[in-house]
């Protein structure tokens, strides 16, 4: 079966930096994402990794290790804004399905 | 910039009643797809749909669920028998590029069965 585990809860205060991380186990991988997800909302597309490496866009970055089967989400220059939980999300199967992450929420304090 | 939408934004129905859920994709992704959050719980794949067909489907979309592409424009979902447990957010998405390209995602409809 597919599993991917993620802190359930991350606190940081405003401007300050946090590494959300995500361990997986699939077959058939293809890929792994990050959405962004606030209450009641849409989940929001973020990040996309398909090699190993760092992604960058903006205030986020992505980055993926396929040999650790293990990602991570780092967001900078925390905002209030920020508030949300977050999702790490892989391609499976014949790479159309996305199995998400159990999220973990991410509390930015003054 | 296009987005996937929704209708209705909530629905209210009795165990037992028929719904459908709509969904309009972006104009021109070819693949949509279905998911479904629980309160408080993670997004759970239902069904992925390509060219008037199902090429996917979890356990959970059982004969109780169907998916249809009645024009170039909507994709529906349809649970004939509601059950309790089905009351959840219901998410259409779509993407263009086929596999692993990126999906975007309406904005849910939540739904609540009585």
């Known amino acids: 079966g597919q599993s991917l585990e993620q802190p359930s809860e991350v606190t940081a205060v405003e401007g300050a930096i946090v590494q959300i991380n995500c361990t997986y186990q699939?077959?058939?991988?293809?890929?792994l994402s990050w959405y962004q997800q606030h209450d009641g909302g849409a989940p929001t597309f973020l990040s996309y990794?398909?090699?190993?490496g760092l992604e960058e866009t903006g205030r986020f970055s992505s980055f993926l290790s396929r040999s650790d089967s293990y990602g991570y989400l780092l967001l900078q220059e925390l905002q209030m804004k920020d508030s949300a939980s977050y999702f790490c999300?892989?391609?499976?199967?014949?790479?159309?399905?996305?199995?998400f992450g159990t999220g973990t929420q991410l509390k930015v304090e003054l | 910039e296009p987005e996937v939408t929704q209708t209705p934004s909530h629905q209210v129905t009795q165990m037992g009643q028929e719904v459908i859920l709509r969904c309009v994709p972006i104009?021109?992704?070819?693949?949509f797809y279905w998911y479904r959050q629980i309160l408080g719980q993670k997004v759970e794949f239902l069904v992925s749909?390509?060219?008037?067909?199902?090429?996917?489907k979890s356990e959970i979309f059982d004969d109780q669920f169907s998916v249809e592409r009645p024009d170039g424009s909507n994709f529906t979902l349809k649970i004939r028998s509601t059950k309790l447990e089905d009351s959840a957010m219901y998410f259409c998405?779509?993407?263009?590029?086929?596999?692993?390209?990126?999906?975007?995602f309406g904005p849910g409809t939540r739904l609540t069965v009585l």
């Open positions: 999300a892989v391609f499976t199967g014949g790479g159309n399905k996305l199995t």
């Open positions: 699939t077959s058939g991988f293809y890929g």
């Open positions: 990794n398909a090699l190993d």
């Open positions: 104009s021109n992704h070819l693949y």
């Open positions: 749909f390509y060219n008037n067909e199902i090429s996917e």
């Open positions: 998405a779509s993407n263009g590029g086929g596999r692993s390209d990126t999906q975007y």
